[in-house]
């Protein structure tokens, strides 16, 4: 299970992180420009993590794998962490998955 983390970051936006309970980051969000939409935010990746098809598997250039989550119209919630191999891309999906009871932000800012 993950735990979401919302940081206002250097140039006063926020942002959230799901990180794993091992510490390691799995999916990081877009820039918000109010902690309220960086909340929304959060219910998106909860809401959508449900649906399995909006998870969008990705390899990158130089061999790695990592994963998109996308809203029902299309917009990119989160992106993942880069992963060595299929299966800790997988791993980190799951993670995301498991993470979608309603749970408070951990608040930083």
Same mark, same amino acid.
């Given at each position: 299970?993950?735990?979401?983390?919302?940081?206002?970051?250097?140039?006063?936006?926020?942002?959230?992180?799901?990180?794993?309970?091992?510490?390691?980051?799995?999916?990081?969000?877009?820039? &918000?420009?109010?902690?309220?939409?960086?909340?929304?935010?959060?219910?998106?990746?909860?809401?959508?993590?449900?649906?399995?098809?909006?998870?969008?598997?990705?390899?990158?250039?130089?061999?790695? &794998? &990592?994963?998109?989550?996308?809203?029902?119209?299309?917009?990119?919630?989160?992106?993942?962490?880069? &992963?060595?191999?299929?299966?800790?891309?997988?791993?980190?999906?799951?993670?995301?998955?498991?993470?979608?009871?309603?749970?408070?932000?951990?608040?930083?800012?």
């Amino acid at each position: 299970m993950g735990k979401f983390i919302l940081k206002k970051d250097k140039a006063g936006k926020f942002r959230f992180n799901l990180k794993a309970s091992n510490g390691q980051i799995v999916l990081s969000s877009q820039a &918000y420009s109010t902690k309220s939409g960086a909340l929304k935010g959060i219910d998106s990746v909860i809401r959508n993590s449900k649906h399995t098809a909006r998870f969008i598997r990705k390899k990158a250039r130089d061999g790695s &794998y &990592y994963f998109v989550l996308k809203a029902s119209n299309g917009q990119i919630i989160g992106k993942s962490t880069f &992963y060595s191999s299929r299966t800790g891309r997988e791993g980190g999906i799951s993670i995301v998955k498991d993470s979608n009871d309603r749970q408070k932000a951990h608040n930083n800012v």
